[in-house]
Nanobody, 129 residues
C-alpha cells in the first residue's frame, strides 16, 4: 500500500523555523519527484517546492525562495522542507506530493494521470505571535 506521510507542523512565532518531513513508502519503483504544496484558509493550493529524486534538482516558489530549503534522503525515501524566517502568510496546511513519473506541476504531477499523484494528509503550520 502506497503511503505518503507528512510530519513536523506546529505553531511558531514570526521569524522562527520549522522542519517538515515527508516519508514515502509502498512504492514498487523509485518515484520521480517529491513536492510540497500548501493551502491557506479560503485560498487555493500553492506549489511551494519540489525536488527531483535522481539528481536533486529543486524548485522554489518566489514567495519562499531564500527562506525554505528542500532536501532528500533517498535511502530513507524521505524529503524534508526546512522553513526559516517564517511569516504569518506562511500559515497553511502543508501537503506532500510524491510524483512517480514526472516533476511537480502547478497543481500536481506531470506524467501519468491524477490517480498517480500521491498526496499526504497534510500538516498544519501556524505562524503567529
Amino acid at each position: 500500500q502506497v503511503q505518503v506521510e507528512e510530519s513536523g507542523g506546529g505553531l511558531v512565532q514570526p521569524g522562527g523555523s520549522l522542519s517538515l518531513s515527508c516519508a514515502a513508502s509502498g512504492f514498487t519503483k523509485d518515484y520521480y519527484a517529491t513536492g510540497w504544496f500548501r493551502q491557506a484558509p479560503g485560498k487555493g493550493r500553492e506549489g511551494v517546492s519540489c525536488i527531483r529524486r535522481s539528481d536533486g534538482t529543486t524548485f522554489y516558489a518566489d514567495s519562499v525562495k531564500g527562506r525554505f530549503t528542500i532536501s532528500r534522503d533517498n535511502v530513507k525515501n524521505t524529503v524534508y522542507l526546512q522553513m526559516n524566517s517564517l511569516k504569518p502568510e506562511d500559515t497553511a496546511v502543508y501537503f506532500c506530493l510524491v510524483c512517480p513519473y514526472g516533476y511537480c506541476s502547478e497543481y500536481g504531477c506531470y506524467g501519468g494521470g491524477p490517480e498517480d499523484d500521491y498526496w499526504g494528509q497534510g500538516t498544519q503550520v501556524t505562524v503567529s505571535s
